[in-house]
């Protein structure tokens, strides 16, 4: 029987993305988003389950991050006050700033579900060669 061999190159590939992957499913992370010159930066971040998302404010104004369906609210941050918040459950959460309703910003929260089909893929990828 003749036995297939994985290429070096193949291997190291599927090395680094188990490795991300493991990565990105036993830590959560914080993401940072800056609000600067009256706008979010980024305007959109993808987390995984379980990361929270850390606003600061650079503007000498203050701003809020408050979400449009009544999840949260930060209040008034000042320049350079912060606000960090754990998201648990995967969706998209649409915000604005309370005081400055033409600032907007979407955290888009994927599941870990998804983070495990992607395993099984290279897997089967794996397996198929
Ligand atoms: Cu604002």
Same mark, same amino acid.
């Not at 193949?10 to 830590?27: E, K, M, P, R, T």
């Not at 850390?54 to 350079?80: E, F, I, Y």
């Given at each position: 029987?003749?036995?297939?061999?994985?290429?070096?190159?193949?291997?190291?590939?599927?090395?680094?993305?188990?490795?991300?992957?493991?990565?990105?499913?036993?830590?959560?992370?914080?993401?940072?988003?800056?609000?600067?010159?009256?706008?979010?930066?980024?305007?959109?971040?993808?987390?995984?389950? +379980?990361?929270?998302?850390?606003?600061?404010? @650079?503007? %000498?104004?203050? !701003?809020?991050?408050?979400?449009? #369906?009544?999840?949260? /609210?930060?209040?008034?941050?000042?320049?350079?006050?912060?606000?960090?918040?754990?998201?648990?459950?995967? +969706?998209?959460?649409?915000?604005?700033?309370? @005081?400055? %309703?033409?600032? !907007?910003?979407?955290?888009?929260? #994927?599941?870990?579900? /998804?983070?495990?089909?992607?395993?099984?893929?290279?897997?089967?990828?794996?397996?198929?060669?």
């Amino acid at each position: 029987m003749r036995r297939r061999r994985l290429t070096p190159a193949f291997g190291s590939v599927l090395g680094i993305l188990a490795l991300v992957l493991l990565a990105s499913s036993a830590q959560a992370k914080v993401w940072t988003v800056n609000i600067t010159g009256f706008a979010f930066s980024p305007q959109g971040v993808t987390i995984s389950e +379980g990361d929270s998302v850390k606003w600061v404010n @650079l503007d %000498p104004t203050p !701003h809020t991050s408050t979400s449009d #369906t009544g999840l949260w /609210t930060s209040g008034n941050l000042a320049q350079n006050g912060t606000y960090e918040r754990e998201f648990s459950a995967n +969706g998209s959460f649409p915000y604005h700033c309370a @005081l400055h %309703p033409s600032m !907007h910003g979407t955290v888009n929260v #994927t599941s870990v579900a /998804t983070s495990r089909e992607t395993w099984g893929r290279v897997k089967r990828l794996y397996k198929d060669r």
